[in-house]
């Protein structure tokens, strides 16, 4: 099943799905044994949900202890650099949930393994066959996912579940981050864009373009995509729900 969710604004696409966060992992840890594993991903609307999800969990029924995460990706940068997407998130999560090292698995920073094709080997090792319930990814501009590019090496891997990048075209140019495979094993994969400059990428996603990683990564169960006025600017009102 595939739903696009039209939001007014960012704040609103932000506080919307904290609380269809909250309710969906409530209710896995209801329906399954063991933890709800969540994928997460970086960036600014990202860790706007992460915060607004952190507020909303002493009046919930989540069972704070059976929450797994894991990283869709990450700048291979050392442990301290802003630009690395775990730190700043494990710091909103830390506010509410216990963060058990079993259940919490950051990608590996350049300040341990070197090279950051041992360290994706050492993260493959670590998910081995992981499912995971819910997978949350950013979109770009270019329709890129994850550390996943269009028209890039980083998107033809199909050898390997995690791998090093060495030539991001934007930002650090040395990452990790799991492949189109990988990502497609979740059951859920929800979307989180906004702004009118990824309008265009965002129709030509959910239209599945497989010239670009977001037309072809999706939940075995479900795909949603959740998106402020702006970055549904080109989808025909009648195909989003509000």
């Known amino acids: 099943m595939e739903r696009v969710w039209r939001y007014a604004t960012s704040a609103d696409l932000t506080e919307a799905t904290a609380e269809r966060l909250m309710r969906r992992l409530v209710a896995i840890q209801a329906a399954q044994d063991g933890p709800a594993r969540l994928c997460l991903t970086g960036g600014r609307i990202a860790n ?3 915060e607004a999800f952190t507020e909303l969990v002493d ?4 069972d704070q202890s059976r929450i797994e995460i894991w990283w ?4 291979f940068v050392p442990t301290e650099d802003p630009d690395r997407h775990a730190g700043y998130t494990l710091a909103i999560l830390a506010r509410k949930l216990p963060m058990t090292p079993s259940l919490t698995h950051p990608m590996p920073a350049a300040d341990g393994i070197a090279d950051n094709d041992a360290s994706a080997a050492a993260y493959a090792k670590e998910l081995g066959e992981t499912r995971f319930d819910i997978t949350l990814l950013g979109m770009g501009v270019d329709g890129h996912v994850a550390s996943i590019f269009p028209h890039h090496p980083s998107f033809a891997e199909q050898a390997h579940s995690v791998i090093g990048v060495s030539d991001a075209p934007l930002g650090p140019p040395s990452r990790i981050s799991m492949t189109v495979d990988t990502l497609n094993r979740s059951r859920q994969v929800w979307y989180l864009v906004a702004g009118e400059d990824k309008a265009e990428a965002v129709a030509e996603s959910i239209a599945g373009d497989p010239e ?3 037309g072809v990564v999706r939940g075995t169960d479900t795909t949603l995509w959740l998106l402020d006025r702006s970055a549904a600017g080109l989808l025909p009102y009648h195909s989003c729900s509000f």
């Open 59 to 62: 009046a919930s029924d989540l």
């Open 48 to 50: 706007r949900i992460y």
């Open 72 to 75: 869709g990706d990450e700048r």
């Open 212 to 214: 670009i990683p977001a």
